[in-house]
């Protein structure tokens, strides 16, 4: 009777294991990127096939369009015409949310949250510790969309929303 109670434990354990990990698994390939569309929105060739896929993690404050458009310069410049590896987090409705990382492991998301272009956003992707660390980079050092003349620019305008619910949660 103990020794059967044992074995179901035991199962259950493996299967929720199993289960976890099966759904923070990742899909890796190697893309050509072909451009930007927006900020946060990127044309890639993947096994010749063209795709259009979203930055995890990557979101602009409300009424701050000067960072998507900013943002958008800077995805074009660093990554069109570059063959990168396109990390998948999650896909839905075939709608893809990816990191994209040259060959040395650099991230054009981390870049992109360190240097103030955008803010976290966890809408589609999650929760992604390497992305809101460098949020938090940005936001200390104030540059970007956390520089203090934005912000106050933001608020005098009417739209505020500043504090990504993933930093506060960072901070606990």
């Known amino acids: 009777m103990i020794f059967g109670f044992i ?3 035991c199962i259950a354990i493996g299967l929720v294991f199993l289960t976890l990990r ?3 698994t990742t899909q890796t390939a190697i893309v050509d990127v072909i451009g930007a569309l927006d900020g946060r929105t990127v044309e890639v060739m993947n096994n010749k096939h063209m795709e259009r896929v979203i930055l995890a993690g990557i979101g602009f404050p409300p009424g701050d369009s000067r960072s998507e458009s900013e943002s958008a310069e800077v995805v074009q410049d660093v990554v069109a015409g570059r063959r990168l590896y396109m990390e998948v987090f999650k896909e839905v409705s075939g709608c893809k949310y990816v990191t994209l990382r040259s060959s040395n492991g650099d991230c ?4 992109m949250l360190r240097r103030g272009l955008a803010r976290y956003e966890s809408a589609g992707a999650g929760f992604i510790s390497e ?3 460098a949020e938090n980079e940005a936001r200390a050092s104030g540059v970007g969309v956390w ?5 106050l620019f933001r608020q005098v305008s009417g739209n505020e ?3 990504s619910p993933e930093t506060v949660l960072k901070e606990d």
């Open 131 to 133: 992305l809101v660390e």
């Open 22 to 24: 099966t759904s923070s």
């Open 7 to 9: 074995i179901i434990a």
């Open 147 to 151: 520089d203090k003349n934005r912000a």
């Open 161 to 163: 929303g500043t504090e």
């Open 108 to 111: 054009l998301n981390t870049m």
